[in-house]
């Protein structure tokens, strides 16, 4: 087995909320290995940007970042901020949900890509214009040399995302958070974007995790997908395993609930009851007050992990009572 | 989606609010009788007693006549207070009419008042008082003219906004389609929706109108000699500031405490008003 | 790119205001009660003299009359004559308006030296002492009016400390900074104040923005961040704010003067009110309307020049 790139040990994140903390991640590991496209799938709350924000330390105080995030084997947790400096952009890089809030209003295009160069190369001026004009082109931006001295406002929603990508990707990053990369765009320009996302990650040998609430994505993308609920993690599969034998109630409910014959790129299908709000803090399974299959047992004490196949976790305490999807 | 990464929301406590209108309160009493709380005549001269520095006897010590400066800094409270309400009075009544109905009605008034906003905030506030002050004379009813002539324009800019969103909501819509009258839409419906922001602003604008007061009282230009007010006394006793420090610093105290108590009340105000949404 | 059209459309925008500027002053000596002959004259006024005054300034005319000439002459920089000085009114004004102007702008420089530090140590330790304190001092200054401020430096740090000279304007560039540095520090406070709370509600707004998250995400030195990303889009909000309160500050030049004996425009102002030597009061309210105009349209242009959404 080849080497981890990244390893998550009990990562929990805690924020504070109406004078309460509540963890938004709530102890979770995961590893994401070269090359791989690992995606987290979740609904709104479960925690998946909080995961990725931790990993690079982006949550700010009094937010507070417990566990062991791995980058090669070094903890990234206590690094000084010079040497987290190092790792930010140049090996695991970010690109977030909506292009419109997270690219700077007031920067050209250009100058938010020359500054990465800047701050993760040595190339002169001269060769940094260059290489930006390359990068626009990478991400398949038309008319890259003029575009670079364009505002974001200039540009359309999805030729926005793009650029956001060419920057996260301009100093050759090995992994590449994508945090919803999607889902503030048009549907017709969605797919685009995976697919983009996809060829770089091949091209440039870089693994991914691929944040997302849209089972089809998954589906069509990822190599493993990790299924997350109230902040934790609730089952971890290969994709093909995961969608044929959910071993997860949770899972199973969220595969279900998708009609039959739906486009894919549909948001997560309903599921009966409500998600737990933050702060309510939940003894035992987090799923198990909206779950058909609980049992008393399911409601005291935090499931172990379970190998349900040599790649196949689950935290399921039923999943031998679940039944095959139809 | 992302997690809202905030601390604790601001507590909702009324402590500004309180401590405003206490101070303000206070000193609307020392306004309203201050024969009864000063321990002496505030003119009366003691040549025997002059520039003491603050004893039991007199609390501020006393000026180059003599005159207890506890007294005159309580006396120069009514002045002051007159200053904040009088040339704002005026402004806040004027000015928000005429800001609501060039809201409401619009057309060449509306263009005509954007153009004399933007000119009259062209002219440096004190500058322009000053100008005034000098053709009118010097003196505290000139004073709360020239005031009144330049501040009635902000009212009425601020009101004008407060209306022209007030009238873009969908009750001023249901009561213009239930076929009431502009001055019932105006006073009933607008004016409540539309007030808060605008004592909001009374309370900054009293406290700007005591520094303001205050300092064409120290340049000769506002309250005019035997009649105490802060500046005026500063003024006063600016020349004695490294022997006699007592004379300024109490009355400029005052000045600062007062400010304090408008921003404070101005703010509770405020605060208030958010939470009521 | 579009800046350069916004700069005109900015320019010709302000001729309308300029004209009230001056419709404005105008009206000011001539519709106010009571006319400036007898003014000046006080209790010596005869019919005679106020007669003889009044054909000397040309408060006999039709006002229709005299707002041409008045115009005419101003076309000309020509201000009239001093009543007092007996000097053109241009030129006493030209020759006390660098002092001012070093002032103001010397005010203007402390005042973002003092503001934009302090709002980010404010902003970066949001809700704790050093921001609770700063925050104390800050409303302080606001609450406290300029004169008395300037006092308490020309006693404490001048007369009594000996840190800084009470007044007059030193020889040489250094000496005149050195001898300026408190009236500097009495005007420009207030200015400070007021930037530095709304810098300081302006950045933790913009520290809270994406694209600030995806600027360290990028791996940049932390000086970047808050330099390039966060106080230039934080600016943007408090440039208008900080335009209106630099022309206040000019007005502030008024009272600054007096306390520290400048020989500025403001210190004429005040010296021509005493005097009732309307001339110069008509010519200084104009130049402090025009003068405040420039540096309106110079914080929108600042303002274009930060954000490139407004001048597309």
Redesign the interface.
Known sequence: MTENLLEVHGLRTEFHSGGRRFAAVDGIDFAVRPGEILGIVGESGSGKSATLRSILGLIKPPGRVEGQILWRGQDIQGLAPAALRRIRGAEIAMIFQDPTSALNPVLTIGQQIRESLAAHTDLSATERQRRAIELLDLVGIPAAARRLDDYPYQFSGGIRQRAMIAIALAAKPALLLADEPTTALDVTIQDQIIKLILRLAAELRMSVILVTHDLGVVAESCDRVAVMYAGRIMETAPVASLFQTPRHAYTLGLLQSIPQGRAPRTPLPSIPGVPPRPGDVTKGCGFAPRCSFAEPECRSGRPEARRMAPHHLTWCRRADALPEPA | ?????????PRRSHATLIIGTVILAVMLLVALVPGLVAPYDPLRFDYHGTLAPPSLAHLFGTDMYGRDMLSRTLWATRVDLQIAIFSTLAPVIIGSLIGMLIGYYGGIADVVFN??V??V????????V????????PGLINLYIAIGLVDWVFFARLARAEILVQCRLDYAHAARGLGYGPARILFRHLLPNAIGPIITYWMTDM?LAI?LG??LG????GAQPPLAEW?TL?ADG?NF??TA?WI?VFP?LA??????GF?LAGDGVADLLRARE | MGYGRFVLRRLLQSVPTFALITVLVFLLVRLLPGDPASAMLGDRATDATVARINAALGTDQPIALQFLRFLGRLLQGDFGQSQVLHMPVTELIGERMPVTLLLSAYAMVMAIVIAVPLAFLMALHRGRMLDTVLRGMFQLGLSMPTFYLGLLFLTVLGAHLRLFPVGGLGRGPVDMLYHLFLPALTLGFSLAAVIARSLRAAILEVLEADYVDFARAKGLPERLVLGRHVLRNALISTVTLFGINLGQLIGGAVITETIFSLPGVGRLLIDAVFGRDYPVIEGLTMVFAVLVSFIFIATDLFQAWLDPRVHQ
């Open positions: 989606m992302t997690v809202a990464i905030d601390s604790a929301p153009r004399l933007d000119v905030v062209t002219f440096p506030f004190l500058v322009l000053i100008g005034i002050v000098a053709v009118l004379g406290a520094l205050s300092s120290y340049l000769g230009l500046g500063i600016k500031m490294a420090w300024t400029g000045i600062v405490i007062a400010g304090f921003s």
